[in-house]
């Protein structure tokens, strides 16, 4: 596999920091299960990270400690009794199919098997759960080979992931492993790759913005 596109260098220290809203985590560690890349520049910032933190002077607490979600890499750690590797992100290729190994609690292990919910010719989507209180969307998404997906933009970021086939817009074309990490206002209008379509795990920190009148007519019916 030949990741041409990664991250962009703020989401993955946000990662090695452990302070990513539970969307876009899902996507950088289902990410890193792909990518030696960007897994090794994670474990590095980490390292750094604990370099300085033991130089840090202790101090004492002025109220209660706070209460810090721990995800599925931390929860691993801890359940083997090793401090030190909390927060390490998931070893690198050892996903045993389409399904990176942090998705497959939340999605199952087969993407043919997925509850696919259809919302319009070509397209089919699946919300993924997520903890209770979490902000922002989860989805996974399926296009149909060839088709295009409405022109939108966003309110705020977007981390595609593709988990299966391709995609291409204005900024090139997205294959397996890749994350298109978009900004806050970058509209496009992705087109399935003719043979396989696309199938992509997407993290939104708000609702997607369609630039066609008859989609934003029908988001609110469509879960989009
Ligand atoms: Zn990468």
Redesign the pocket.
């Known amino acids: 596999m030949t ?1 041409s596109h ?2 962009d260098i703020a989401n993955l220290m946000c990662c090695a920091a452990g302070s990513q809203p539970e969307t876009f985590a899902a996507v950088i560690a289902s ?1 890193l299960s792909l ?1 030696k ?2 897994c090794c520049e994670v474990r590095r910032m980490q390292q750094i990270g604990v370099a300085l933190f033991d130089k840090l002077e202790p101090v004492g607490m002025s109220g209660p400690a706070p209460v810090v979600a721990m995800r599925a890499g931390e929860a691993d750690a801890d359940a083997k009794g090793d401090p030190s590797s909390v927060s390490a992100p998931a070893p690198c290729g050892q996903n045993a199919g389409e399904v990176p190994r942090p998705l497959v609690p939340l999605i199952g292990a087969d993407l043919d098997q997925v509850a696919w919910r259809w919302v319009a010719p070509g397209i089919w989507i699946f919300p993924v759960p997520l903890s209770k209180g979490c902000c922002g969307e989860l989805r996974l998404i399926k296009v149909a080979p060839g088709k295009t997906m409405p022109e939108h933009g966003h309110a705020g970021q977007e981390l595609t992931l593709i988990l299966r086939g391709s995609y291409t817009d204005a900024f090139g074309t997205y294959r397996v492993g890749d ?1 298109a990490d978009l900004d806050e206002g970058v509209a496009h209008g992705p087109v399935a790759c003719p043979e396989k379509g696309c199938i992509c795990l997407m993290a939104t920190e708000g609702k997607l913005i369609f630039k066609s009148p008859v989609a934003r007519l029908l988001q609110p019916l469509l879960g989009l």
């Open positions: 990741i990664h991250p990410h990518c890349t960007c994350v």
